[in-house]
């Protein structure tokens, strides 16, 4: 009994006792703290990790907090087994205290646009080969061989080959152009029509006099395809699907030829949407500009618009992307005729180093000198393997750079319908808005006139009209909206391609002198040994 110690004095604290100085020590079973707890945790005891819940800085920041009233820095911890325990089921308890793996990979879909290109993981890549002419005369055509190779569920097989003749390609071009062209959507181009090249290769009975064309339709096709396979929305239409694993011959498109009935009327519609743009001037501007004034002077509220898009508050953005199209399409048109003047430069470069070599070659028979006569045939020799390379580099410069230019320019034209198909909708729904005031006006008339047998009909009619323009909105939003995107997809891909275009130009560029190089040290000895 004397080595008993007192029992501790509380002194004042006796009236507030720390709750949590036991919570470190196993209660007994009949604790009513403890009977309160198992109601409300160990929710996570299956998820197979301990937590403690015993924190001492914790029970420091809040010496007085109850365990009934759970700390929220606790509730984040406690998610953290639920997120990784994949064996426990959720239930409605679990769910309240923190978000699942499954809800936050919603509400990150809910972000991604889902024609964004950056998260499709699925590859699709076509080539073309195997050129055959097929028919003799004004009837005969050319036929590729299209491989596709492709990780997308939606095609029957991961690999198919079919057999494409070259107005297959123009329509399914037209087809993605009648589907997408008035959402917006940047169509890439197919390659155009040469009537002289094809007038060639049908008369002609010799191959090798047409190879050097049917190797640039070819290459074009091929290029064409790959980027229409790049986007996201056109990758999965079914026409193109059905384009690339339909065994047999795709339904005749009639409306491809180029001197066809079909070609002159879009000719006609070609020069009446050029007339009608000139004709008619979008006044975005000076709408904005009065929509603002009167919110700022007399409070009163702007139009209702959509909180994503807001396209009332970016013409200036269309407006410097107009400029910018055409800026950049002048300056690539003059690049690309540089372009292709250095390619032909270097080929009459290439043909005259082959005549250079010949008369090396003939003079080295013609010389008695012997030392002087082999420098001269091995200097032949050389300036043939000279003429390969000036013939090799320039068809990379015309493939890879003079093509890629082309191919641009014509990519900016896709760009430029697309405004023009926005124009058009912004020009569908201003005259639904003039003939909705006419409405209105013929309204208003009629119940000054008393004629009050028709009111009903112009009623009818306004509402009528007040749906085409509220569709006419909508459209026009949507339209804008899409083109911001798909604008912004055509930069990105821009960059990108041309910086691969300029690596495989430096690249080869570098690789064809340093094998003049070597070529001319290799001839050094031989000049030496001249005696």
């Given at each position: 009994?004397?080595?008993?110690?007192?029992?501790?004095?509380?002194?004042?604290?006796?009236?507030?006792?720390?709750?949590?100085?036991?919570?470190?020590?196993?209660?007994?079973?009949?604790?009513?703290?403890?009977?309160?707890?198992?109601?409300?945790?160990?929710?996570?005891?299956?998820?197979?990790?301990?937590?403690?819940?015993?924190?001492?800085?914790?029970?420091?920041?809040?010496?007085?907090?109850?365990?009934?009233?759970?700390?929220?820095?606790?509730?984040?911890?406690?998610?953290?087994?639920?997120?990784?325990?994949?064996?426990?089921?959720?239930?409605?308890?679990?769910?309240?205290?923190?978000?699942?793996?499954?809800?936050?990979?919603?509400?990150?879909?809910?972000?991604?646009?889902?024609?964004?290109?950056?998260?499709?993981?699925?590859?699709?890549?076509?080539?073309?080969?195997?050129?055959?002419?097929?028919?003799?005369?004004?009837?005969?055509?050319?036929?590729?061989?299209?491989?596709?190779?492709?990780?997308?569920?939606?095609?029957?097989?991961?690999?198919?080959?079919?057999?494409?003749?070259?107005?297959?390609?123009?329509?399914?071009?037209?087809?993605?152009?009648?589907?997408?062209?008035?959402?917006?959507?940047?169509?890439?181009?197919?390659?155009?029509?040469?009537?002289?090249?094809?007038?060639?290769?049908?008369?002609?009975?010799?191959?090798?006099?047409?190879?050097?064309?049917?190797?640039?339709?070819?290459?074009?096709?091929?290029?064409?395809?790959?980027?229409?396979?790049?986007?996201?929305?056109?990758?999965?239409?079914?026409?193109?699907?059905?384009?690339?694993?339909?065994?047999?011959?795709?339904?005749?498109?009639?409306?491809?030829?180029?001197?066809?009935?079909?070609?002159?009327?879009?000719?006609?519609?070609?020069?009446?949407?050029?007339?009608?743009?000139?004709?008619?001037?979008?006044?975005?501007?000076?709408?904005?500009?009065?929509?603002?004034?009167?919110?700022?002077?007399?409070?009163?509220?702007?139009?209702?618009?959509?909180?994503?898009?807001?396209?009332?508050?970016?013409?200036?953005?269309?407006?410097?992307?107009?400029?910018?199209?055409?800026?950049?399409?002048?300056?690539?048109?003059?690049?690309?005729?540089?372009?292709?003047?250095?390619?032909?430069?270097?080929?009459?470069?290439?043909?005259?180093?082959?005549?250079?070599?010949?008369?090396?070659?003939?003079?080295?028979?013609?010389?008695?000198?012997?030392?002087?006569?082999?420098?001269?045939?091995?200097?032949?020799?050389?300036?043939?393997?000279?003429?390969?390379?000036?013939?090799?580099?320039?068809?990379?410069?015309?493939?890879?750079?003079?093509?890629?230019?082309?191919?641009?320019?014509?990519?900016?034209?896709?760009v430029k319908e697309t405004f023009a198909e926005r124009v058009k909708m912004y020009k569908t729904w201003k005259d639904?808005?003039?003939?909705?005031?006419?409405?209105?006006?013929?309204?208003?008339?009629?119940?000054?006139?008393?004629?009050?047998?028709?009111?009903?009909?112009?009623?009818?009619?306004?509402?009528?009209?007040?749906?085409?323009?509220?569709?006419?909105?909508?459209?026009?939003?949507?339209?804008?909206?899409?083109?911001?995107?798909?604008?912004?997809?055509?930069?990105?891909?821009?960059?990108?391609?041309?910086?691969?275009?300029?690596?495989?130009?430096?690249?080869?560029?570098?690789?064809?002198?340093?094998?003049?190089?070597?070529?001319?040290?290799?001839?050094?000895?031989?000049?030496?040994?001249?005696?």
């Amino acid at each position: 009994m004397a080595d008993r110690e007192p029992p501790p004095l509380f002194g004042d604290d006796d009236e507030n006792p720390d709750i949590f100085a036991s919570a470190s020590q196993s209660p007994p079973k009949d604790d009513p703290v403890k009977d309160q707890d198992d109601d409300q945790e160990d929710l996570f005891a299956d998820a197979g990790t301990e937590i403690s819940l015993d924190d001492d800085s914790q029970k420091e920041k809040a010496p007085e907090q109850h365990l009934s009233e759970p700390d929220p820095e606790d509730e984040d911890i406690m998610t953290t087994p639920q997120e990784e325990a994949p064996k426990m089921g959720v239930s409605e308890a679990s769910t309240s205290g923190g978000v699942s793996k499954t809800s936050v990979r919603e509400e990150k879909a809910k972000d991604i646009d889902e024609d964004d290109e950056e998260y499709d993981d699925f590859t699709l890549s076509v080539s073309i080969s195997d050129p055959i002419k097929v028919g003799d005369g004004m009837g005969a055509y050319m036929t590729y061989k299209v491989t596709t190779m492709t990780t997308i569920p939606a095609f029957k097989k991961p690999e198919t080959s079919v057999m494409r003749r070259f107005s297959d390609f123009l329509g399914l071009h037209e087809k993605l152009c009648e589907t997408y062209a008035h959402q917006g959507r940047i169509i890439p181009p197919a390659p155009e029509k040469s009537v002289i090249g094809m007038t060639k290769i049908k008369m002609s009975k010799e191959e090798a006099s047409s190879a050097d064309f049917v190797e640039r339709r070819r290459a074009a096709l091929e290029r064409y395809v790959n980027r229409t396979a790049t986007h996201p929305i056109l990758r999965n239409d079914p026409t193109f699907r059905e384009f690339l694993e339909q065994e047999g011959d795709l339904p005749r498109s009639t409306s491809t030829s180029a001197l066809s009935g079909a070609g002159v009327l879009r000719l006609f519609n070609k020069m009446g949407d050029a007339v009608g743009k000139m004709t008619f001037k979008m006044d975005e501007t000076d709408q904005l500009n009065y929509g603002l004034y009167l919110h700022s002077y007399f409070c009163i509220p702007l139009p209702s618009l959509s909180p994503t898009e807001q396209w009332d508050y970016d013409f200036e953005w269309f407006e410097e992307k107009q400029t910018h199209f055409e800026n950049l399409d002048l300056q690539l048109r003059k690049l690309h005729t540089s372009v292709e003047t250095i390619v032909s430069f270097r080929k009459e470069l290439g043909v005259s180093t082959a005549t250079f070599a010949k008369s090396c070659a003939m003079l080295a028979n013609s010389e008695e000198h012997t030392a002087l006569s082999r420098a001269l045939s091995q200097l032949a020799e050389i300036e043939e393997k000279i003429e390969q390379l000036h013939s090799d580099q320039a068809d990379t410069d015309f493939f890879v750079l003079a093509e890629m230019l082309k191919d641009y320019i014509s990519l900016i034209g896709a760009v430029k319908e697309t405004f023009a198909e926005r124009v058009k909708m912004y020009k569908t729904w201003k005259d639904a808005e003039a003939m909705l005031t006419k409405k209105r006006e013929v309204k208003v008339r009629l119940e000054l006139s008393g004629k009050t047998d028709k009111i009903a009909q112009a009623s009818n009619e306004i509402t009528e009209w007040e749906g085409k323009v509220e569709r006419g909105q909508e459209d026009f939003e949507k339209i804008s909206e899409t083109i911001r995107k798909e604008v912004s997809r055509f930069d990105k891909r821009r960059v990108k391609d041309f910086q691969q275009s300029m690596i495989k130009c430096l690249d080869s560029l570098m690789e064809t002198q340093q094998k003049l190089i070597k070529y001319w040290e290799s001839f050094v000895p031989e000049a030496k040994a001249i005696a």
